[in-house]
């Protein structure tokens, strides 16, 4: 049994220049690179100049904010992860989570779009698509010229998604894909979208195969569109599929093996969302440090009482905690490190985070909490919406568990 001492002394044989050059090397690295920075920067600045004057009115008339993701594309954050080859920014995972972060601050619903569409959108095709398959569509889809959506959910399958209903059955050339996808983000603007069927149900999970189709596909429609309670500017519908043709050459990956891929897709998602999360959260309490240093009470302001102090410390201890749990995923991910129990952890502990920070600034901003002047109140809707989409809070919890009792 080796004892410290043994230990230092072998360390200082694997490197010469000493035992804390090995502690430097060995040691994690909170300071974000300049990259990084930049990314974060640019993103902030976009959010304040183009998102946050607006969102409130995106909000109320459910406005798709069309136009500032037209100016996305040229800035590189339609295709994030996406190496430059195929118009991609190329950027890592932690400027991925910045940016997203940085969106939602301002713009919670702007955020999910972007992030829905780069993790769940675009990244499987650059992940599990052929070259012809990428050569084809990425290119439109990290430069913004188009827009993709992901639908896996359905009227009868959300958190069980080995019991899908659409079916995809070969004919020659061709599948005829039919079904309904219900709760689809981006459905009836997006130009692109990946969709999962049954191919074999007897197989179940390992039935399903992804499918890329195309706007305009024959027998492709779009249904209803959700009047929700948050996250009002995003899109989100019914997507509708009789007999649609899709080319056998639109599969992505293997057939069978779609379950497999939407779960990969939906771990790297989870990740943007808690992403999302913490920026609402970040807003909600910019938002009380604010008030409360205005607001006057008894004579003096709201916050120079110990009651607040501590509600305002609470926010700030989570949201630092939970950006932790998600720069822990994103490094992970980077490093080609399973993440997949970190991914949920990181999804599970910022939504509440943001939904714990919300229900808190409201009760700080009282009446005025409950109008929709203030952005707390939109906050607290949009919180609430985090906390069940990309996999319910109980879901994280179940994923979390497997990892953890094996």
Sequence with gaps: MYSVHEICRERSRQFPKGFSHFIKRASMDFELTRQQKLARKIAREFAERELAPHAQQWDEEMTFPSEALKKMGPLGFMGISIPKQYEGAGLDGISYVLIIEELARCCASTAIIVSVHNSVGAYPIYALGNEQQKQKYLPDLCSGRKLGAFALTEPNAGSDPASLETMAEPCGDHFLLNGVKTFITSGSTCDTVIVMAATKREKKSR????????????????????????????????????????????????????????????????????????????????????????????????????????????????????????????????????????????????????????????????????????????????????????????????????????
């Design 207 to 406: 039935g399903i195969t992804a499918f890329i189709v195309e706007r305009g596909t024959p027998g492709f429609s779009v249904g209803a569109k959700e009047n929700k309670l948050g996250i009002r500017a995003s899109d989100t519908c019914e997507l509708i599929f009789e007999n649609c043709r899709i080319p056998a050459e639109n599969v992505l990956g293997e057939v069978g093996a779609g379950l497999t891929a939407a779960l990969g897709a939906l771990t790297f998602g989870r990740v943007g969302v808690g992403a999302q999360a913490l920026g609402v959260a970040r807003c909600a309490m910019e938002e009380c440090v604010r008030y409360s240093q205005e607001r006057k009470q008894f004579g003096k302001p709201l916050a120079s009482f110990q009651a607040l102090q501590w509600m305002i410390a609470d926010m700030a201890t989570q949201i630092e905690a939970a950006r932790m749990l998600i720069f822990k995923a994103a490094w992970l991910k980077d490093n080609g490190k399973p993440f997949a129990a970190e991914a949920s952890m990181a999804k599970l502990y910022a939504s509440e985070t943001a939904m714990n920070t919300a229900t808190k600034a409201v009760q700080i901003h009282g009446g005025y909490g409950c109008m929709k002047d203030y952005k707390v109140e939109r906050c607290f809707r949009d919180a609430k919406v985090i906390e069940i989409y990309e996999g319910t809070s109980e879901i994280q919890r179940l994923i979390i568990a497997r990892n953890t009792i094996k």
